[in-house]
């Protein structure tokens, strides 16, 4: 079965770090891009980072730009968000999702079940 | 970066009526365009991706078009399970991003 299981969520204060987890099964994780999605409670869906297969190329928001990294082991078909300087607005449902397996095609074909994230003193 | 807009944000509908959801880009996206089904305490499912691609295992009563700045998202007869929120994401841009969801009730 074609699995994504994220953990690392939790309760923070304001300014802290926290690191999140996705791990793949059931499907070949190096051949596929790998993005993480958040959505804030009760709110729509807002993309976050992007990394390709290889590690090679890797984009974020704006929102989250210097705070956030996007990583990858493809030997341990794991992904990683490292989280620093969390503001309360990072608050949110936090999706690793599987990039199509499509050239160009930057849509999500595989979700995992998500992780909460709370910043909150 | 794109500004996808959605509308409406909220509808009504009874089932067996067929339904279209807009989604309008700030700049043409060349069918650059997926739509994603989200029922409460879920994960997001793609439903179609370059504007009008079914993803596999979707049903054919989903349907999408457009072209440009406008795209449409069409239920042909809504099932039970169709009661859901429905986002647009474009990805013509390194900087991906989603519509603010339409909510489809049951009337």
């Known amino acids: 079965e074609v699995q994504l299981v994220e953990s690392g969520g939790g309760l923070v204060q304001p300014g802290g770090s926290l690191r999140l987890s996705c791990a793949a099964s059931?499907?070949?994780?190096?051949?596929?891009?790998m993005n993480w999605v958040r959505q804030a409670p009760g709110k729509g869906l807002e993309w976050v980072s992007y990394?390709?297969?290889?590690?090679?190329?890797?984009y974020y928001a704006d929102s989250v730009k210097g705070r956030f990294t996007i990583s990858r082991d493809n030997a341990k078909n794991s992904l990683y968000l490292q989280m620093n300087s969390l503001r309360a607005e990072d608050t949110a449902v936090y999706y690793c999702?599987?990039?199509?397996?499509?050239?160009?095609?930057?849509?999500?074909?595989?979700w995992g079940q998500g992780t909460m994230v709370t910043v909150s003193s | 970066d794109i500004q996808m807009t959605q509308s409406p944000s909220s509808l009504s509908a009874s089932v067996g009526d067929r339904v279209t959801i807009t989604c309008r880009a700030s700049?043409?996206?060349?069918?650059?365009l997926a739509w994603y089904q989200q029922k409460p305490g879920k994960a997001p499912k793609l439903l179609l991706y370059?504007?009008?691609r079914l993803e596999s295992g979707v049903p054919s009563r989903f349907s999408g078009s457009g072209s440009g700045t406008d795209y449409t998202l069409t239920i042909s007869s809504l099932q039970p399970e169709d009661f859901a929120t429905y986002y647009c994401?474009?990805?013509?841009?390194?900087?991906?991003?989603f519509g603010g969801g339409t909510k489809v009730e049951i009337k």
């Open positions: 994401q474009q990805y013509y841009s390194t900087i991906l991003t």
């Open positions: 059931g499907f070949t994780f190096s051949s596929y891009s």
């Open positions: 999702a599987r990039g199509l397996n499509r050239a160009v095609v930057r849509a999500f074909d595989i």
């Open positions: 700049q043409g996206i060349s069918n650059s």
């Open positions: 990394i390709s297969s290889s590690s090679s190329t890797i």
């Open positions: 370059a504007a009008s």
